[in-house]
């Protein structure tokens, strides 16, 4: 007799507006906080593309789990390359307006993407970028994250480009790409992608 399964969500947006790329690597202690974040968003016309990078844990299974009960989850498996090549894997087939891109180990708070969506649109941006907090996973405490945005080096507007910041270009953020949502004609448009080395890709 077969089990039953869990009948898949009847949410599949008609319009997506944002396509998560969350690339997993042995990730199966994180893995339902780092989703569940993403698939209880208040933003809910979203796609979530995990892409599985050989893992040897159970990271896979668990991921086929949430792509049976929800349509917005789509799972692509490959053989280990590097959280890069992963993430230009899901990049590959995203179908967004806009791209995220979450660490497997990591969660969105529940509003993150809706308002990030909301001001893109809003400004008719490439790139917005938004400030992160730390959680201690022994003590639970939360602590603000100023180093990934440095609010001083940035010029007194809402909206700019690179020629504003002078030579604080690559000083007034990190290089990571979770803290922020990028117009994905954008980057098709100009062909980027991530380095495909194991480390410091982003």
Not at 77 to 82: C, D
Request: charged share 30%; proline share 3%; net charge positive.
């Amino acid at each position: 007799m077969r089990s039953k399964q869990p009948a898949p969500s009847a949410e599949k947006p008609a319009e997506i507006k944002v396509s998560v790329i969350v690339p997993v690597y042995n990730s199966a202690a994180f893995l339902d906080a780092c989703l569940r974040s993403i698939l209880n968003q208040t933003l809910r016309d979203i796609e979530v593309i995990c892409v599985d990078d050989g893992s040897k844990d159970k990271s896979l299974s668990i991921l086929k789990k949430y792509a049976r009960q929800d349509r917005r989850v789509i799972v692509l498996a490959r053989k280990n390359t590097g959280a890069g090549a992963a993430r230009n894997a899901g990049m590959r087939i995203a179908r967004g307006e806009y791209l995220s891109f979450l660490d497997s180990d990591d969660y969105f708070d529940e509003r993150m993407l809706e308002a990030m969506y909301d001001k893109a649109v809003r400004t008719d941006a490439d790139i917005v970028h938004c400030r992160a907090r730390s959680l201690d996973n022994k003590t639970g405490v939360i602590s603000p994250r100023p180093w990934n945005l440095s609010l001083k080096l940035l010029p007194d507007k809402e909206v700019f480009s690179y020629r504003d910041l002078g030579q604080n270009v690559f000083a007034f953020s990190t290089g990571a790409v979770w803290d922020k949502m990028f117009k994905f004609r954008f980057v098709r448009d100009r062909q980027l992608q991530f380095q495909e080395i194991q480390n410091c890709n982003d």
